[in-house]
């Protein structure tokens, strides 16, 4: 039998309906919007995707099978709660992170001037270095759901090791 390098590789996607009346958070910070994330919890989906990306890596199911959109204990709760429970669990596996990429699509506001406050909260949370998590922003051009600003989606991926 061959050697496998003990690395694992994750994927998370998240999307949440836009309106008006709700903050919008995005990776632990709230940003200043008309428009918030309509969601179970704060509806973080930078940071949902990247709990998706992290729990994917080791085989883990996905955030709702761990924090259930039916429970009302996670009802309103800070996303950041739910990382850390969700890094608690690559580390019981046996696991660290090595690095995260992550895009996230959104009209406006713009999300590129939060990025590194982003970065902080986040790495501060798993407690990798700021050049261990990438957070990258882009529009969908006025395109569809996304460009008419009614959904914001993220994308996340995670390279995970074998400690």
């Not at 569809?144 to 995670?158: H, L, N």
């Amino acid at each position: 039998m061959q050697h496998k390098p003990k690395l694992r590789i994750g994927y998370g996607v998240d999307v949440h309906q836009l309106a008006a009346g709700y903050p919008l958070w995005i990776g632990g910070v709230q940003l200043p919007s008309e428009l918030g994330a309509v969601g179970h919890s704060d509806a973080d989906v930078l940071i949902h995707a990247i709990c998706d990306a992290l729990l994917g890596a080791l085989a883990l199911r996905d955030i709702g099978y761990h924090f259930s959109d039916q429970d009302p204990q996670y009802k309103g709760i800070d996303s950041k709660i739910l990382l850390k429970r969700v890094h608690e669990l690559v580390v019981q596996k046996g696991y660290g992170i090595v690095n995260i990429d992550a895009t996230v699509i959104l009209e406006t506001p713009k999300v590129n001037p939060h990025i590194e406050k982003m970065q902080v909260v986040l790495t501060d949370i798993l407690g990798l270095e700021i050049d261990e998590m990438s957070i990258k922003a882009t529009t969908h051009e006025k395109v569809d759901s996304f460009g008419e600003k009614r959904a914001i989606k993220a994308y996340a991926t995670a390279l995970l090791y074998q400690m």
